[in-house]
């Protein structure tokens, strides 16, 4: 398929004899000269996308969205339509199949202590209050009137017909508040004082921390609408800065986080300090219990803010000198993106899509989860999936990483061939190639779809282990296991999420060799090997300070929209301020908000940086400066990688002479 599973030496050949070729005349930035990479690739995923429309079709068919979208009784009718022609097995083993059930929309749970035991049914309106069915005769009739009785609209009270909990009445012990939400056709549970005890749903409903947040979030809607919009503008503003001042932005950056996280410090020992020498009471016997809990959490807080603190502060003194390498990168992907000003919307172009993806897999899985026979078992309605429809459930599940996995790879191509367009581009008479990003996505279009397939590929196959590992695990935690068991778990998840990122990472890099010189997908990933290899200390530099240089530029659009937020939410909008029971659940909101919007833009700079690092790389390989082979890097680059790689060789200079010493002593 590639040539060998290691690649092919012809390709690399062939692009060299290109890039001969095209220097003689004018190099405009990635190769022209390509070829159609990883065929059969591109036919095996073709074939796949197939299948996954086969599904859908297959799935419109033998499916049925209705009972997701409309709700099912526990006796397998159909809310808000007419059942009488419907299918289902057994249906002689209940007398509640088959109903006309047109006027009763809403589906509505009898216990929520038991969902799996209790009857639901479809009333023509969800039941308003609370009421104890069984204590009087009024009450019952009351019961009735709602529907939730067996013996009320289109149900019939048979007790031999019957096998759920309360079967010995026709109505249950009593109804609880609900409301119904436009679209869902459930009846929600709006009065949580109903007894919830020992389920999961106790621990959900009886939270009033979590009732009083979701009010909160409820209550701030249109602030954290606003303010997302408000995170936006911070993001965009710091792109602009980024373009105009990079350098000092990103140590204004580092100052900030060093001063924050020493702040942090103080303020985490003194509200400790204050609470223990002003709040409490000198005498430590007349503490109670809360108040130990609270000194200690609070000790604890300082001492992890502290520790968190110095790791910080170490970091940054021990990378400076090499913080100023990433600066420079910066830099030179702040200039590439000034020139592509269409890479500000990408992600934004990548995102579109993945929801349309995400949206239409979503929808064919909801009718997936509709295939099957219904039967009446024991006097209840159960589905029963046919072998086909397990394997179309696993086959689109698989389709969900593969496809999601080639969209962000073909995002990660059309970045990388803009960038390099750019690089090899920025001192040539010539100029920049015209409408880089188009013609990158014409590259990927012409030559590359199967290289992005096959890369995607091998990241969905170790996410589909991934995920069936979980589904296994989770399987195998409803019995007990020992301690043994639960480490090795630990491990190989923590494995096999190593070797995702490390692959993540090698198809970066195989993306970029695919965008400069037109490989297949394993020639790319050797060549992105090799170069690796032998600029490993520096790539994994790069990688990790421009991570945390973009990683603060996150954190500061973070600080600049929660700064807005509180003074919108306490300065300007008093009337909300009363409305909330903590409106820091509503500024915590609007931070994660902001923190995607803005890891959405600036992780352009990211492949930008990687991509701009590895064309310095090819540079340095191909040419070494003087007229006949000019370097193509800019001269601010030149400058600071010239001085980066002297203490490099410096370095090992010296270590070879310490070896050299050591051997001679011996």
């Not at 970066?508 to 600029?535: D, P, V």
């Not at 700064?563 to 306490?570: E, V």
């Not at 959405?600 to 007229?627: H, Q, W």
Request: net charge neutral; proline share 2%.
């Amino acid at each position: 398929m590639c040539g060998g599973c290691c690649g092919n030496d012809r390709e690399v050949e062939f692009a060299s004899d290109t890039l001969k070729r095209e220097s003689n005349s004018k190099l405009k930035g990635p190769l022209h000269d390509r070829k159609v990479r990883d065929i059969p690739m591109l036919i095996i995923f073709i074939l796949f996308v197939a299948g996954m429309a086969g599904i859908a079709v297959r799935t419109s068919m033998t499916g049925n969205i209705d009972r997701l979208t409309h709700g099912t009784d526990s006796f397998g009718n159909i809310c808000g339509q007419d059942n009488t022609q419907v299918t289902i097995g057994n249906s002689s083993q209940s007398n509640n199949t088959n109903l006309d059930m047109t006027a009763y929309t809403k589906v509505y749970y009898r216990d929520l202590t038991e969902l799996d035991a209790t009857l639901s049914m479809c009333v023509a309106a969800c039941p308003n209050e609370t009421i104890a069915c069984r204590a009087t005769a009024g009450n019952r009739a009351q019961c009735e009137g709602l529907g939730v009785c067996l013996n009320s609209g289109p149900y019939t009270y048979d007790p031999a017909f019957l096998n759920y909990r309360d079967n010995d009445d026709a109505c249950p012990d009593s109804t609880y508040k609900t409301r119904d939400l436009i679209g869902i056709n459930r009846c929600f549970p709006v009065d949580f004082g109903v007894s919830l005890n020992n389920t999961k749903l106790a621990i959900l409903f009886n939270a009033s921390y979590v009732q009083l947040g979701l009010a909160d979030a409820w209550a701030g809607r249109y602030a954290i609408a606003y303010m997302s919009l408000a995170s936006i503008a911070v993001g965009l503003l710091l792109i602009i800065l980024m373009r105009c001042i990079v350098k000092p932005l990103v140590y204004l950056s580092v100052l900030l986080v060093l001063a924050g996280s020493a702040f942090l410090c103080w303020l985490s020992y003194d509200k400790w300090h204050s609470f223990k020498t002003e709040t409490l009471p000198a005498d430590k016997s007349l503490w109670l219990d809360v108040d130990v809990r609270n000194e200690k959490f609070l000790k604890i807080l300082f001492i992890i803010v502290c520790v968190v603190t110095g790791i910080i502060w170490l970091l940054v003194i021990a990378l400076r000198n090499r913080i100023r390498l990433a600066v420079t990168i910066l830099q030179e992907a702040s200039k590439a993106l000034a020139s592509i000003p269409a890479l500000y919307f990408s992600p934004i172009f990548t995102t579109i899509v993945m929801l349309a993806f995400v949206g239409y897999w979503l929808f064919i899985m909801a009718y997936l989860s509709t295939v099957g026979t219904v039967s009446i078992v024991s006097g209840r309605a159960q589905t029963t999936k046919t072998e086909e429809a397990t394997y179309m459930v696993w086959y689109h599940i698989f389709g969900f990483f593969w496809l999601s996995q080639f969209i962000l790879a073909c995002e990660e191509i059309v970045i990388a061939g803009s960038i390099a367009s750019w690089y090899f581009t920025q001192g040539s008479s010539a100029g920049l190639l015209k409408m880089p990003y188009c013609s990158s996505i014409g590259r990927l279009v012409k030559y590359h779809m199967g290289s992005a397939a096959f890369g995607s590929l091998l990241i969905a196959i170790i996410q589909m282990i991934r995920f069936l590992f979980e589904y296994f695990t989770s399987q195998a935690d409803k019995y007990k296991t020992n301690p043994i068991v639960e480490v090795l778990k630990y491990c190989v998840r923590c494995c096999l999420w190593c070797l995702e990122k490390m692959m993540r990472f090698l198809n970066k890099n195989a993306y970029i060799e695919i965008a400069i010189y037109g490989y297949s997908f394993c020639t790319a990933a050797r060549q992105a090997l090799m170069l690796i290899a032998e600029w490993l200390a520096s790539i994994t530099t790069l990688n990790l300070i421009t991570a945390f240089v973009l990683f603060i530029c996150k954190l500061l659009v973070v600080i600049v929209t929660g700064a807005i937020s509180y003074f919108y939410i306490t300065q300007i909008r008093a009337d909300l301020l009363a409305q909330l029971n903590y409106y820091a659940v509503v500024i915590a909101i609007i931070g994660i908000v902001a923190y995607l919007l803005a890891d959405l833009f600036l992780d352009v700079y990211d492949m930008a940086a990687d991509t701009i690092f590895l064309c310095y790389a090819e540079d340095v390989k191909r040419n070494d400066g003087s007229p006949e082979k000019p370097y193509y890097m800019s001269t601010n680059l030149a400058e600071v990688m010239g001085k980066y790689r002297n203490e490099q060789e410096k370095k090992k200079a010296a270590e070879k002479k310490e070896d050299k010493e050591d051997k001679a002593e011996e």
